[in-house]
């Protein structure tokens, strides 16, 4: 599992830039198709399978993280009034 969270390190530095130059939704809907190509790649993998194949599955996986979670919890907290940010963060 070592290539998705090594992508989520490098890509999640720039998801605040991303997410004001192309917007929250955009973001999310490119990360939660990354996430379901990711997953549904999987549901082939075997015990034979490359160890590059799934390599590159989890990183897709990564990637889809990186862009789905940040911005999910930033758009969910754009909408909560400002004495209820506490709540809405948790």
Do not use: D
């Amino acid at each position: 599992m070592a290539p998705l969270f090594l992508v989520q390190m490098v890509v999640s530095p720039a998801i605040g830039g991303l997410s004001q130059r192309y917007g929250h939704s955009a973001l999310m809907a490119a990360g939660y198709l990354s996430s379901g190509f990711s997953m549904l790649g999987m549901c082939w993998v075997e015990a034979s399978s490359p160890y590059v194949t799934i390599g590159l599955l989890f990183a897709v996986g990564g990637l889809g993280n990186a862009l789905s979670i940040p911005t999910g919890s930033a758009a969910a907290m754009s909408f909560a009034p400002r004495e209820r940010s506490g709540m809405v963060s948790g």
